[in-house]
């Protein structure tokens, strides 16, 4: 069994996987450098060490993009995509405030291709609460969506609304926006706005994922 990587590797490697992914070749150094935000390239030259020691690359010598996968699933690129954990999102109500880690992610997980395909960018993000228990969302499940401020009646959306974010369904009636819970529970209440809100992404669909205790929540990149 490989070692486990700390958060900074995980992201360094989801990175190249993605990119080799979507370029067939590696990145340098420099792109990675870039990606990460750091100034300095030794530190990645570090990180990247750190991989190869780990069992999760191989650097061969003398070359630019000379950075090679070593997963267990040697195929894993050829049916899945990685997407960056962007943020966690408020379901139950406008209670959960965006932070000022816009672009920041420390997590990703691997889908299948088919469920992003003809899609723009996608990030996923954590549900936060059950107001949308009755479409499978649930508090702690990954929600895939797909970055847009594009949305049609009747779509599940991730919405700003001032500086807080929510996951309902789109309504538009009379020149009112209802951003509509999907629950059973008479606890949780439709939303009714004006046009002070902005739509972040579509979602495409809900992973489960391990129910969470989560307070604070940050914005979609680009909205």
Same mark, same amino acid.
């Given at each position: 069994?490989?070692?486990?990587l700390?958060?900074?590797?995980?992201?360094?490697?989801?990175?190249i996987?993605?990119y080799?992914? =979507?370029?067939?070749?590696s990145?340098t #150094? $420099?792109?990675? @450098?870039?990606f990460?935000?750091?100034?300095?390239l030794?530190?990645? !030259?570090?990180?990247?060490?750190?991989?190869?020691?780990?069992?999760?690359?191989?650097?061969r010598?003398?070359?630019?993009?000379?950075?090679?996968?070593?997963?267990?699933?040697?195929?894993?690129?050829?049916?899945?995509?990685?997407?960056?954990v962007m943020?966690s999102?408020?379901c139950?109500?406008l209670?959960?405030?965006t932070?000022?880690? =816009?672009?920041m992610?420390d997590?990703? #997980? $691997?889908?299948? @291709?088919?469920?992003?395909?003809?899609?723009?960018?996608?990030?996923? !993000?954590r549900?936060?609460?059950?107001?949308?228990?009755?479409?499978?969302?649930?508090?702690?499940?990954?929600?895939?969506?797909?970055?847009?401020?594009?949305?049609e009646?009747g779509?599940r959306v991730?919405?700003i609304?001032?500086?807080?974010?929510t996951?309902?369904?789109?309504?538009?009636?009379?020149?009112?926006?209802?951003?509509?819970? =999907?629950?059973?529970?008479?606890?949780?209440?439709?939303?009714?706005?004006?046009?002070d809100?902005?739509?972040?992404?579509?979602?495409?669909?809900?992973?489960?994922?391990k129910?969470?205790?989560i307070?604070?929540?940050?914005?979609?990149?680009?909205?």
């Open positions: 069994m490989k070692q486990p700390t958060t900074k590797q995980q992201k360094i490697h989801s990175y996987r993605q080799i992914s =979507e370029n067939s070749d990145p #150094i $420099d792109e990675i @450098r870039q990460s935000g750091v100034s300095a030794n530190t990645i !030259v570090g990180h990247l060490k750190a991989l190869e020691q780990k069992g999760y690359i191989l650097r010598k003398h070359a630019k993009r000379n950075i090679e996968l070593r997963d267990s699933n040697s195929d894993i690129g050829t049916w899945s995509v990685t997407i960056p943020a999102v408020g139950d109500d209670s959960t405030f932070s000022d880690q =816009e672009h992610w997590e990703s #997980i $691997d889908v299948d @291709r088919k469920l992003v395909v003809g899609k723009g960018e996608v990030v996923a !993000v549900a936060v609460g059950n107001s949308m228990n009755d479409a499978d969302i649930h508090n702690g499940d990954y929600i895939l969506i797909e970055v847009t401020d594009k949305a009646n779509d991730a919405a609304v001032g500086d807080m974010v996951v309902k369904k789109l309504e538009k009636t009379k020149g009112l926006i209802i951003l509509r819970p =999907e629950s059973a529970d008479p606890k949780y209440k439709p939303i009714f706005l004006s046009e809100f902005k739509i972040a992404g579509k979602v495409i669909c809900a992973i489960p994922g129910s969470m205790d307070t604070e929540v940050v914005p979609l990149p680009n909205y």
